[in-house]
């Protein structure tokens, strides 16, 4: 009896699933993954688990051959543009590119009317930012930056706790990052390679470099170890910020800067001062020398370390507020009702309250304190109204909303600004020791034009908007 009715329930099993698998098959996205490195295959990988992968485009055929073996119906390109014209259907777009390369298959796919996932920082320049977000909006197509812990219940809280007076009004928040050599290292105050090794076969330099200036190739740009030069990465606030500022941004409302400073600090590193080694005398001109260093890691590159100051007016009932981020190993003052002794790790966030103090962990996982302990320990026990929608991860949130009504909660309308607060960042860098003053409508700098030449981009010839 047992064999009958197993063999009856075997018989009928094909055309139950065959039903369902037809209808999840309509409902699956036929999508394209521009960009196939290290987090283009996380990307990939994730998505590939419940839609259509139907083309990878990366610059680098060796990548892309990575990542065969989780598509391998998928066609290969090397140019987007090709691609975006040889498969039409495409319905959705990942684009995880150097971030000098964001811009133009994002305007691409969105002037497509295609979905579009893109990592962060959104782009390469504020002004970039700004039009993919006005494209997007426009086009209204369904949008998520790659901020990954934006869909944590962790960043809910933080807001739901600040937004319910847990330690009452913030006026100061203190964010730290420890790249660029902790974590994920890159380079960073280096000038211009002068070596110029070949190029791997598997690479189309001229495709990589794309809308950047003319250049040799290197390993020391591509494939992985771009994050750290101006022309081709956003050094660690591009890098992290757009994660660890993202509470802050959040959970305050913050929105657009008044202004923004940096103070940023360079070292001259292995090349001047092997010279004082080699033999070759040049540290009889230690001064000079030391001066083309830190000249060419400053034209070049980002800074070892910087502390960036922005302050933020009044807004949504809440009083002013200055946001201090810290990186390359320097960490903030601790702060009132921050224990004693105990250490400042990785990468994190202080809420300065008038009652209290949270603490937004940022490292492979995401640790959410309040400080004192009793107050702590109050919110645990009465938390505050989930005001904010839960979601079960950034793939899932931003896949269900290209099929339905929703929108994602990383939506460009979010993220662009959070992107552009973080870019601005980076232009203080350019021009260090100043207190920027910045007209958001006008989109300048109101006291310096040297900083107003950082707001744009300029494209090579072929590769511009």
């Known amino acids: 009896?047992?064999?009958?009715?197993?063999?009856?329930?075997?018989?009928?099993?094909?055309?139950?699933?065959?039903?369902?698998?037809?209808?999840?098959?309509?409902?699956?996205?036929?999508?394209?993954?521009?960009?196939?490195?290290?987090?283009?295959?996380?990307?990939?990988?994730?998505?590939?688990?419940?839609?259509?992968?139907?083309?990878?485009?990366?610059?680098?055929?060796?990548?892309?051959?990575?990542?065969?073996?989780?598509?391998?119906?998928?066609?290969?390109?090397?140019?987007?543009?090709?691609?975006?014209?040889?498969?039409?259907?495409?319905?959705?777009?990942?684009?995880?590119?150097?971030?000098?390369?964001?811009?133009?298959?994002?305007?691409?796919?969105?002037?497509?009317?295609?979905?579009l996932y893109c990592e962060k920082p959104l782009a390469h320049s504020v002004e970039e930012v700004q039009k993919i977000t006005n494209a997007a909006r426009l086009a209204g197509v369904k949008t998520q930056m790659g901020i990954q812990s934006h869909s944590s219940e962790h960043i809910r809280l933080c807001c739901e706790w600040i937004w319910s007076g847990a330690i009452g009004e913030v006026r100061e928040v203190h964010a730290w990052c420890d790249r660029p050599t902790g974590g994920f290292p890159f380079p960073s105050s280096i000038s211009r390679p002068l070596d110029q090794?070949?190029?791997?076969?598997?690479?189309?330099?001229?495709?990589?470099?794309?809308?950047?200036?003319?250049?040799?190739?290197?390993?020391?740009?591509?494939?992985?170890?771009?994050r750290g030069w101006h022309d081709f990465g956003s050094g660690t606030l591009g890098d992290m910020g757009c994660h660890i500022l993202d509470a802050p941004f959040w959970a305050l409302k913050?929105?657009?800067p008044l202004s923004v400073e940096a103070n940023v600090s360079y070292n001259p590193g292995q090349?001047?001062?092997?010279?004082?080694?080699?033999?070759?005398?040049?540290?009889?001109?230690?001064?000079?020398?030391?001066?083309?260093?830190?000249?060419?890691?400053?034209?070049?590159?980002?800074?070892?370390?910087?502390?960036?100051?922005?302050?933020?007016?009044?807004?949504?009932?809440?009083?002013?507020?200055?946001?201090?981020w810290y990186d390359g190993g320097l960490l903030p003052e601790l702060p009132k009702h921050f224990p004693k002794g105990k250490a400042l790790t990785g990468n994190g966030a202080f809420f300065v309250g008038e009652k209290g103090l949270i603490r937004f962990t940022h490292n492979a996982g995401i640790r959410l304190e309040m400080y004192p302990d009793a107050l702590f320990e109050h919110h645990r026990r009465n938390p505050p109204p989930k005001t904010i929608p839960r979601v079960s991860g950034p793939y899932t949130d931003w896949l269900e909303a290209c099929k339905s009504d929703k929108t994602s909660s990383a939506n460009f309308e979010y993220s662009g600004p959070l992107s552009e607060m973080v870019l601005l960042g980076l232009i203080a860098m350019r021009v260090p020791n100043k207190e920027l003053q910045w007209d958001p409508t006008a989109k300048v700098f109101v006291n310096d034009d040297v900083a107003n030449g950082y707001v744009a981009k300029e494209y090579r010839r072929g590769w511009g908007p």
């Open 197 to 226: 090794p070949s190029i791997p076969d598997s690479l189309d330099w001229d495709a990589w470099l794309g809308p950047a200036k003319q250049r040799a190739y290197h390993p020391l740009y591509a494939p992985i170890l771009w």
């Open 271 to 324: 090349q001047f001062w092997r010279s004082w080694a080699d033999g070759s005398n040049r540290w009889r001109e230690w001064s000079k020398a030391l001066q083309e260093e830190l000249t060419g890691a400053r034209s070049e590159s980002y800074p070892d370390a910087s502390i960036v100051r922005y302050k933020f007016p009044a807004r949504a009932g809440m009083p002013p507020v200055q946001l201090t």
């Open 1 to 115: 009896m047992e064999a009958a009715t197993s063999a009856i329930a075997v018989g009928l099993l094909p055309d139950s699933l065959s039903g369902q698998a037809r209808s999840a098959t309509e409902k699956k996205l036929n999508i394209a993954c521009i960009g196939v490195g290290v987090q283009g295959t996380t990307n990939l990988r994730s998505v590939s688990q419940t839609e259509n992968i139907v083309a990878v485009c990366d610059v680098d055929s060796a990548q892309a051959q990575k990542v065969a073996q989780y598509c391998p119906g998928a066609r290969y390109f090397r140019d987007y543009r090709t691609m975006f014209d040889a498969l039409p259907g495409i319905g959705a777009v990942i684009v995880a590119t150097p971030d000098h390369a964001h811009f133009g298959p994002a305007m691409a796919a969105i002037a497509r009317g295609k979905h």
């Open 254 to 256: 913050l929105g657009t």
